[in-house]
């Protein structure tokens, strides 16, 4: 990775560039450069100030040292959940830490319009780790594993998907980590989250209109073969509105990125 950077710089700047006149082909350029040259996002368990310069989390030591291989001088960007990202530079490596000197703290830019939940049936494996990664990077703020009456799983790993979460919210540019909150079956979220206005996403119902989500902070997501009616009388009890994407009938990862894209953007 270093190398073919190095190999990119040389290209633009001695043999590229040097050559280019027209103002619109030197921006497209430049735009190319510095999507390549983006600076490497990680996330910090420690709480990080201006004065921070040690790090001592052993898989993220490894990360730098062994993974990206990247060396004293590096500039990086790290982050501690907080919403500040601290632009710091590698002083150095010892057996098993890596110092630092923050340069620059800036506000991070990547925020949504509103602390979202989602509320996701638990699916197969697979499946779920994909919903918590692009729920992540769509910007939610607290995912909730729910046990319904068709979910085809009852349990999680809970610690892979905390590391899947951190992983996209690192790639994602984001400022902050979503929660992930223990599995709770159907009831006992409804009444936990009770404060949270919410929307129930289901094909059996009307088509959503952009005024059923004034306000709406919270989306519940069934599994593949849909809530029961049971569930959908639970909900109406809990005077939560149902409403549909569509017509076609979506995976349960797909109908999570269709309903927070409308929701969060």
Known sequence: MRSSLKILDYILNSVIIPHVSHLA???????VYTFFMRLN???CEVTLDQKSTLITHAPLVNQLKNVFRLVTGDKII????????????????EKDTVSFTVVEVKQNTVVTRNETYLFAS?????????IAQKATELGVSHIVPVISERSEKKN????????????????SGRGTIPTISEILDLES???KYSHIKSIVWDIVAQKFVSQD???????YIG?????????LELFAKHNIKTRSLGPQVLRAETAVIAALSQMVF
Not at 223 to 231: A, D, F, L, Y
């Open 213 to 219: 989500l004034e306000g709406i902070v919270g989306a």
């Open 122 to 130: 638990v699916v197969k494996k697979d499946n779920f780790e994909w």
């Open 41 to 43: 996002r990680f996330f």
């Open 156 to 171: 999680l790993n809970m610690e892979r998907l905390q590391k899947i979460i951190v992983e996209a919210s690192e790639q």
């Open 78 to 93: 790290l982050f501690d959940g907080s919403g500040f990202d601290f632009i710091s530079v590698i002083t150095g490596y």
């Open 223 to 231: 599994p593949e073969g849909g809530w029961s009616p049971k569930e």
């Open 25 to 31: 082909t030197s921006m497209k350029i430049f735009k």
């Open 189 to 191: 979220a409804l009444e």
